[in-house]
């Protein structure tokens, strides 16, 4: 029997960082992860027609049923929801998501979750599963790392000192996109991992920041050096109420001069909520985003690990 969306929210609220129970009270929380438990995992169980779609859209000719969600017992008293996704809604790209959980994650779970998600999907060929846990880096051995949760309150990142010099514009137009292009490859030339780790936003989706008032040019000295950019309708907030960082992107010639923990604490006080949080996602490799977002004041408070099937 598939949970309630408070039952999953329940769930989903004890599986938290410990640190993260601290920055907002659990009635916010749930009333939150309720919503998104609604409108993501519940919707995609029962809802035929939306499986109907999918399948048309990713995998014609298959089963409807093989694209719907399901909450499985994998043994332990534990039990998942496994839901059918395609990397970047790339077609040769699937994959199983089973972050939902009844309890924490442990490594004695993971073969029974993978069991489950060959049976139900296999007819897609998935690649991993992927899964979900506040616990940290390499935690579960045999699983390889995949994006961690970095986030604070925004009125603690707004403390930092920041250089003089160093500002940002609020920008109501992407004027720079072919600047942020050639330095996402210019970091993929020094650092070839990278390209699998992060990719340059889409141009559509920073407009979209700007017409929200949260994309911002940084400038040096009067001089454009990047973009900063936030969302505030992310679906992987952990519900909390939150921005999330959608871009922070600095151009050839202002790299490697510590600038992105300054940027961090700018953004936090450019965004016009001061009682919500700073969130984004970080890979667990991508060790020069990763820094400067703990200089800053950013901590780790979770993950998602792959299981490969």
């Not at 859209?57 to 534990?78: C, H, I, K, S």
């Not at 400038?219 to 950019?229: H, L, R």
């Not at 700018?266 to 700073?278: N, Q």
């Amino acid at each position: 029997m598939i949970p309630t969306a408070r039952e999953l929210a329940g769930y989903t609220l004890e599986r938290q960082h410990p640190l993260t129970r601290a920055w907002v009270d659990d009635t916010t929380r749930l009333e939150l992860l309720t919503a998104l438990h609604e409108d993501v995992d519940v919707l995609l169980a029962n809802d035929r027609s939306i499986a109907e779609a999918r399948t048309e859209r990713f995998a014609p000719g298959t089963p409807a049923e093989a694209m719907l969600n399901y909450w499985v017992d994998v043994g332990n008293d534990q039990a998942a929801m496994l839901s059918m996704r395609f990397e970047g809604l790339d077609v040769t790209k699937p994959f199983v998501d089973a972050s939902p959980m009844r309890r924490r994650l442990e490594p004695g779970d993971l073969p029974g979750v993978a069991a489950a998600a060959r049976e139900i999907y296999g007819v897609h060929k998935p690649r991993y599963v992927r899964l979900w846990s506040a616990e940290p880096i390499d935690a579960f051995p045999g699983t390889r790392r995949d994006r961690r949760c970095l986030g604070a309150p925004i009125e603690q990142l707004r403390q930092r000192d920041v250089p003089a010099g160093l500002a940002l514009v609020p920008a109501s137009t992407v004027d720079h996109y072919e600047e942020v292009e050639q330095a996402y490859a210019a970091v993929d030339r020094d650092h070839p991992a990278h390209v699998e780790q992060a990719s340059p936003p889409g141009k559509e989706n920073l407009q979209t920041s700007a017409e929200q008032g949260l994309l911002f040019e940084i400038t040096v000295d009067g001089v454009w050096a990047g973009y900063s950019a936030a969302m505030s309708d992310s679906e992987d907030t952990l519900g909390l109420p939150a921005y999330v960082v959608r871009e922070l992107i600095l151009a050839p010639a202002f790299r490697g001069r510590g600038l992105g923990a300054s940027v961090n604490a700018l953004l936090a006080r450019s965004l016009p909520e001061s009682s919500f949080m700073l969130l984004g996602d970080v890979h667990a490799d991508n060790r020069g985003a990763r820094t400067a977002a703990l200089a800053a004041g950013r901590q780790d408070i979770g993950g998602w690990l792959t299981l490969a099937l």
